[in-house]
């Protein structure tokens, strides 16, 4: 985070390091409060957005009720209430599922080979054809439309009460419903076919001489229209691909199709009417009333309260529509400030205090050097760790976060509802990229997401957005493995995750689309662990520490890389270590850095330090700078573009706040996978000693989250190999050492090697063995 004092992109910045005195501070006292994602209002918003929507509408439909009061209408419109819901709803209900069920009769009574079966399904396809048939009676009846009988001497009028006209039914024909189908059906192609072309060469009428029931059918008829061409596209698609429809499939289909239909149809009953009528008047009366008769309009209270109530609806949408635009429009500015900053501002990482300096001469620290430190938290956090039911899991951490980060958005209707994503499959790595780039962080964390692959059929219901995070992610890590190659990750001396240096010899619009998507990837990662998507990526300790701001130490060092831990810091820091050291090298140790696979010219740790002498005296500060330099030496402005996206979306604040520490995030990003405990102990070498027994006891008593924290803290990565332990290299092992049962287990994770004490009791395994899973500083040093 960025100081106070520095006026640049508050909320955001480098973690800063005490050895560059030119960097902000680091303080907590002195970075910047999380503040609202959402910005001041002026106070005119505040006045629009003080209702939603919905209870906008609600409060007009309100004042229609009070009109229908005033105006004595009440009682005749609750009639057209009472008539609707019980054609429009009831009836239509019970029309659909005997519907349904008739047709399921149906097929059963093809596949009957039992005479009594054949007669049951017989009568009960009777009765369920003769249900439907009589509420298709009953609904013209309550509406009036036409009913024929067959023979019209004999039964005048339908006569549907009782058990007797419910079986009688038959003697009627729905005829007018029967129209009204028809006509919903074929009414959008008559008005395509027929009406437009007319009204195009001035031969008919467009608006006028057409009656409202025609207009309805057309728009009910309309939105049925799209859904049948795709389901007849669906159709021909499956039997060309050679796949069987199902039942199942059909009646989604046909769900969907009335679905559809039905809010047309609905919002189109007479009681609604009477509604839309009320709301269109006042503002028909008020412009008549001004614009041709130049007088007052002719409107009760409640038609102007209603005319308020939706002039305020609208400006509320155009404030809407405007601060949607126009954060859009400054998303792109937003984010070039803040990756500029982050190419000004190169990443230091922060050490933590007494660096190098508690060696005991040995160049190592000791158990109890290390117990000391962390004394703190071994009291805190001892009785949290001896049972698991008070452990906060995993699960709980990531509501946590998300909750925090919906409150730290704002949840009102001027940001945006959902986060929307068109991709190229074959270019998927490119265009999620440029995608996340040029979203607004309010999009990023919309309620809802959706993911659409262009060329593909298919809507995203959750499906499409895992595929789309996997597919990234496999992207991300396809080339990590070569060292020359050109990918936006590479792997590190530990096998994890970093990123890849940018060269400097390319053009400077390919180096700023390299610095652009690191930012884009760091957005990513944020955006995997808001919506609760973990991704096959994996990444070092010390990363999770640079997002977290945790200070780094020596036991971070030695993890990433423990040849380079004894041949450059444990060789100098030990008693006589450093002449022993420029024996072996043939000259005298300068402050230059260690040359690495990515890096692998050496640079000065401070200036001038190419012709400084490293001494006993300055060899603490040496060892700072060089394990320093190690971390992020040459890659300081990819690691500071790839955080700036991360707190782009998921704030470095936030997170401390909700007491996410390194090992729960790296959970949070990588997710917890299913571990087969017996395949973990077929794959692994293990000593045949009693708490070595203990521990696969353990283990299997695990849950699956303390399975995969164990899992990390062996082997540096919560996931595993696509092939699962089999594919582990090296070989996963247990080994129990002669030391101490005071000393916490030890964890080497090059090697995947977990050195376990003596213990002389399982429940002191189990208590040392979590303690150290939770602990960061848990790794102790050999």
């Given amino acids: 985070y960025m100081s106070a004092s520095d006026p640049q992109l508050p909320g955001h910045g480098p973690v800063s390091s005490s050895l560059d005195p030119e960097s902000p501070p680091s303080a907590a006292g002195e970075r910047q409060a999380l503040l609202p994602r959402t910005r001041a209002r002026p106070f005119y918003a505040d006045c629009l957005l003080v209702m939603t929507a919905r209870q906008l509408w609600l409060l007009i439909f309100c004042l229609f009720l ?56 017989l009568v009960w396809f009777f009765f369920v054809t003769t249900s439907a048939w009589h509420s298709m009676l009953k609904i013209c009846v309550i509406h009036g439309l036409d009913t024929t009988c067959w023979h019209s001497s004999a039964c005048p009028e339908p006569k549907l009460e009782g058990f007797g006209g419910f079986i009688a039914c038959w003697a009627w024909v729905p005829l007018g419903l029967l129209r009204c189908i028809w006509g919903t059906w074929w009414r959008p192609w008559w008005f395509v076919l027929s009406v437009l072309p007319r009204a195009c060469i001035g031969r008919g009428p467009l608006w006028e001489g057409i009656p409202w029931w025609q207009w309805r059918e057309l728009l009910v008829g309309g939105t049925l229209m799209p859904s049948s061409i795709i389901f007849v596209a669906w159709l021909l698609f499956f039997e060309r691909s050679g796949s069987t429809v199902s039942l199942a499939h059909i009646g989604l289909f046909a769900s969907l199709g009335v679905f559809v239909a039905a809010i047309p149809f609905y919002l189109t009953t007479e009681p609604m009417l009477e509604f839309w009528g009320f709301v269109a008047r006042p503002p028909k009366e008020l412009v008549h009333a001004v614009a041709w008769r130049h007088e007052a309009p002719r409107l009760s209270v409640e038609e102007w309260l209603a005319l308020f109530v939706m002039f305020w609806w609208l400006c509320r949408l155009a404030y809407i529509a405007a601060s949607l635009r126009l954060e859009e429009w400054n998303a792109r500015q937003q984010v070039e400030e803040g990756l500029r900053y982050a190419l000004e501002h190169p990443f230091r990482a922060e050490l933590e205090s007494g660096f190098g300096l508690d060696s005991g001469g040995s160049g190592t620290p000791s158990g109890a050097s290390l117990l000391q430190r962390t004394g703190g938290l071994l009291h805190r956090t001892w009785s949290g ?64 997401m959706s993911v659409k692959f262009v060329g593909e059929m298919g809507v995203d219901a959750g499906g499409l957005s895992r595929d789309w995070f996997e597919s990234v992610a496999r992207a991300l890590a396809e080339g990590a493995d070569d060292v020359r190659g050109s990918s936006l990750l590479a792997y590190g001396p530990d ?256 090697s995947n090697q977990l050195v376990l004490q003596p213990y002389t009791s399982k429940e002191q395994l189990r208590e040392k063995l979590l303690l150290a899973m939770e602990s960061a500083e848990s790794f102790e040093l050999v």
Avoid at 528 to 550: D, T
């Fill in 385 to 448: 760790v001896v049972g698991t039911a008070s452990l906060q899991t995993s699960t709980e951490k990531r509501k946590r976060v998300r909750e925090a980060c919906r409150e730290w958005r704002g949840n009102d209707d001027a940001l945006p509802s959902s986060l929307s994503l068109k991709v190229r499959r074959t270019q998927v790595l490119e265009e999620s990229m440029n995608a996340l780039y040029g979203k607004t962080v309010s999009e990023l964390l919309a309620p809802s």
């Fill in 495 to 750: 096998q994890t995750l970093v990123p890849r240096p940018v060269p400097a010899s390319g053009s400077n619009k390919e180096t700023q689309a390299k610095f652009r998507a690191l930012l884009s990837v760091g957005r990513f990662l944020g955006l995997a662990i808001y919506r609760e998507q973990p991704v096959p990526l994996s990444f070092s300790l010390v990363a999770y520490k640079y997002i977290l701001g945790v200070p780094v130490g020596m036991a971070d060092v030695q993890r990433l890389d423990p040849d380079f831990f004894r041949g450059r810091v444990e060789a100098v820091l030990k008693k006589g270590g450093l002449k022993e050291l420029e024996e072996a090298l043939g000259e005298p140790l300068h402050f230059t850095s260690a040359p690495t696979e990515l890096s692998p010219e050496p640079v000065e740790l401070k200036p001038g330090g190419a012709s400084i002498a490293v001494t006993d005296e300055n060899k603490t500060e040496y060892v700072q700078l060089l394990c320093e330099a190690y971390l992020c030496g040459g890659i300081r402005r990819e690691i500071q573009c790839l955080l700036r996206g991360f707190w782009d979306v998921l704030p470095q604040e936030l997170l401390k706040r909700c007491q996410v520490t390194p090992r729960e995030l790296s959970l949070l990003v990588s997710g917890i996978r299913n571990l087969d405990v017996e395949d973990w102990f077929g794959f692994s070498r293990c000593d045949d000693h009693a708490v070595a027994r203990w521990f696969w006891e353990i283990v299997r008593d695990f849950n699956e989250e303390q399975r995969c924290m164990l899992l990390h803290f062996a082997t540096g990565s919560s996931r595993l190999p696509l092939g699962g332990f089999a594919e582990l290299q090296p070989t996963f092992c247990v080994t129990v050492s002669h030391g101490s049962e005071d000393r916490l287990p030890v964890a080497h994770t090059c």
């Fill in 66 to 121: 009070v009109h229908l009061f005033v105006s004595k209408q009440f009682s005749a419109w609750g009639s057209m209430v009472e008539e609707s819901l019980l054609a429009d709803v009831v009836y239509v209900f019970v029309l659909l599922v005997s519907l349904i069920l008739a047709w399921l009769a149906s097929a059963q009574l093809k596949s009957a080979t039992h005479p009594c079966s054949f007669v049951l399904l």
